[in-house]
């Protein structure tokens, strides 16, 4: 059933709203057909929707006509619908009406810019007044966001100037107070560093590095003393440290192998160092434990033969007690005397005893590989009971090592005449160098027992078993010798 009848109700009601249906339906399908052809609709009734409905007329009082009520359009026909107003079509008006434009669809969510949304527009009260809008709270997550990145921006920035600056240290400057630095030998940048940072010359070793690297002068670094400041900027330093260093303000004494005491003490003199070096290598209580160790002979005053030969470098104001201090410290470092009763088997020598043949060798050997060689002669004459015969044990005792000696001098009567004497000597006789103490430790196994200046052999000698043999070398360098004019024939 169409919603348009209504169920119940008056019969003249429903017909009334059939015949307007009908009507408005019939008005519907001309205007349709109107517009397909393109001709004027037609015109509107002139009742408007929703006017009051048509009622029948009541009849007339008594006696008046009747009226016949009008009766329904025939069944089939079309219903009458209630009048609608007209469609408004695109382009169109209505006269005398003003037509509310659209609103032009968007997406959900999508406002025109400037359009109020719907938290802009005023909440009304119950009362008819609006409610106050609370204020509108703006997003803030971005713009702190954006206040964060710029906080870190010149934070990295100022990080970077620091670093520059303090790496470049264009306004630093030349520093405080001198210092003298050493840098060891085959130190790295690093460990330079770490040296001047601790003597208060660079604040960072690890900048100081850093400066060294991107200078390109980090190869160049030398080991050596340096006269720098205190608080030096890391370029100067850098700059100091490529240059030579300054010379040491040291004593240098050179002392060679084989010399005695009397003769190093002219050299001692010479090189500026305060005190006597004949006092300091004296018996003395610094100096008895050496010769305590050594198994010297009680009596024994003098430390001849400990005094290692070498150059040493002392400070400025040293003296020679400090240079005789070094000296038996390296000699202890070079001489045990481990060894030394084996060396010469049936001697059973000392320590001490060992120290003075080779104070002996280091004066008779002038070809390193007869070093052993004249240790061995010495060790047999002594298993022998032969007198040594070295005149070099003489000459220590005249402090003559130049000229030639006299037969007076040849006869001397004295321990240290071993041409007289049997056995050794009773001190040594200068201070031997490792190699002539190692050959004294070692000795060369044969039967030596002589040995003479070779005739132009530039300190080489000639060595024999037998008197007779000795006998010949002796005549082959007299005959040299008178040959060249009573010239030392050992070098033609």
Not at 246 to 267: F, H, N, Q, Y
Not at 319 to 344: I, W
Request: hydrophobic share 35%; glycine share 10%.
């Amino acid at each position: 059933m169409s919603p348009l009848f209504g169920r119940g109700g008056d019969g003249d009601a429903g017909r009334q709203r059939t015949a307007a249906d009908r009507e408005a339906a019939r008005l519907e399908r001309e205007r349709a057909r109107a517009e397909r052809a393109g001709t004027p609709p037609p015109a509107a009734p002139s009742d408007p929707l929703g006017s009051d409905p048509v009622v029948p007329e009541q009849p007339d009082p008594v006696g008046s006509d009747p009226v016949v009520p009008e009766r329904p359009d025939p069944v089939g026909s079309d219903p009458v619908v209630p009048e609608r107003p007209d469609p408004v079509v695109p382009g169109t008006e209505v006269p005398g009406t003003e037509l509310e434009p659209e609103p032009e669809e968007r997406p959900s969510g999508i406002r025109r810019v400037g359009a109020p949304s719907v938290h802009d527009l005023p909440r009304v009260a119950p009362s008819g007044g609006t409610v106050p809008q609370p204020p509108r709270r703006r997003r803030q997550g971005g713009r702190f966001a954006r206040r964060v990145l710029a906080v870190l921006l010149i934070l990295v920035i100022a990080a970077i100037l620091w670093a520059v600056l303090a790496i470049i240290q264009p306004f630093h400057g030349e520093g405080g107070a001198a210092v003298r630095v050493t840098i060891p030998s085959g130190a790295t940048a690093g460990e330079i560093g770490d040296v001047l940072e601790r003597d208060g010359v660079v604040a960072s070793s690890t900048v100081f590095g850093l400066r060294a690297r991107l200078s390109g002068k980090r190869g160049d670094l030398k080991a050596g003393t340096f006269t720098l400041r205190q608080d030096m900027s890391y370029g100067d330093a850098i700059d100091a440290l490529t240059r030579n260093p300054e010379a040491p303000p040291v004593i240098r004494v050179t002392l060679p192998e084989g010399r005695s005491i009397d003769e190093a003490a002219a050299t001692v003199r010479t090189a500026g160092l305060r005190g006597s070096y004949r006092a300091a290598a004296a018996r003395n209580p610094r100096t008895i434990d050496s010769l305590h160790r050594y198994r010297a002979p009680k009596g024994t005053k003098t430390l001849e033969g400990f005094l290692f030969p070498a150059t040493y470098e002392l400070r400025t104001g040293s003296t020679a007690r400090d240079l005789v201090a070094d000296q038996l410290k390296a000699f202890r470092e070079n001489y045990t005397g481990a060894g030394a009763a084996r060396s010469c088997p049936g001697q059973d020598l000392t320590p001490y005893d060992v120290l003075i043949v080779a104070s002996m060798v280091e004066r008779e050997a002038e070809v390193a590989r007869e070093r052993r060689l004249i240790a061995g002669v010495i060790c047999n004459r002594l298993r022998q009971g032969i007198p040594l015969g070295i005149d070099a044990t003489i000459r220590y005792r005249l402090d003559n090592w130049s000229r030639p000696l006299r037969q007076s001098e040849l006869a001397l009567d004295s321990p240290f005449n071993t041409r007289t004497r049997r056995g050794l000597p009773p001190t040594p006789i200068g201070s031997p160098g490792e190699a002539s103490l190692n050959a004294a430790l070692k000795p060369a196994r044969n039967s030596y027992l002589y040995y003479v200046v070779k005739p132009c052999g530039n300190g080489a000698h000639a060595f024999s078993s037998t008197d007779a043999e000795f006998q010949r070398d002796v005549a082959a360098y007299n005959k040299k010798r008178d040959e060249l004019g009573g010239r030392d024939p050992s070098e033609c």
